[in-house]
Nanobody
Framework: QVHLKESGGDLVQPGGSLRLSCAAS???????IAWFRQAPGKQREAVSC????????YHRDSVKGRFTISRDNSKNTVYLQMNNLKPEDTAVHYC???????????????????????WGQGTQVTVSS
């Protein structure tokens, strides 16, 4: 079973940028991968998602134009580039995948719940002045 490990979280000022990394080990990423986040007292939500078969990407409306999901197959790593960060982006961010295909467009536009098989441990992003 593939394991996921996130890195890159940090404290950043509003308007700043961060790039999160999600390194996969123990297997390959087959179908789709998503970035979720969970802020204190709020429900976990998907912000970005990629179908690995064709590279198509989807983003939640609240991050469109600011976040970009990408991958480096040679490193078995997926990235989340976050620009123009806002205080409301403060959350623990997780990368997530599953042993079966899942529809990215649904994942980023609904509240779930989603029962995916593989979650990373999370990385904290804090946006504050």
């Amino acid at each position: 079973q593939v394991h996921l490990k996130e890195s890159g979280g940090d404290l950043v000022q509003p308007g700043g940028s961060l790039r999160l990394s999600c390194a996969a080990s123990g297997g390959t990423l087959d179908y789709a991968i998503a970035w979720f986040r969970q802020a204190p007292g709020k429900q976990r939500e998907a912000v970005s998602c990629m179908h690995l078969s064709d590279g198509s990407t989807y983003h939640r409306d609240s991050v469109k134009g600011r976040f970009t999901i990408s991958r480096d197959n040679s490193k078995n790593t997926v990235y989340l580039q976050m620009n123009n960060l806002k205080p409301e982006d403060t959350a623990v961010h997780y990368c997530v995948t599953d042993e079966a295909p899942f529809p990215c467009q649904v994942v980023v536009s609904t509240a779930g719940p989603f029962h995916f098989t593989t979650w990373g441990q999370g990385t904290q992003v804090t946006v504050s002045s």
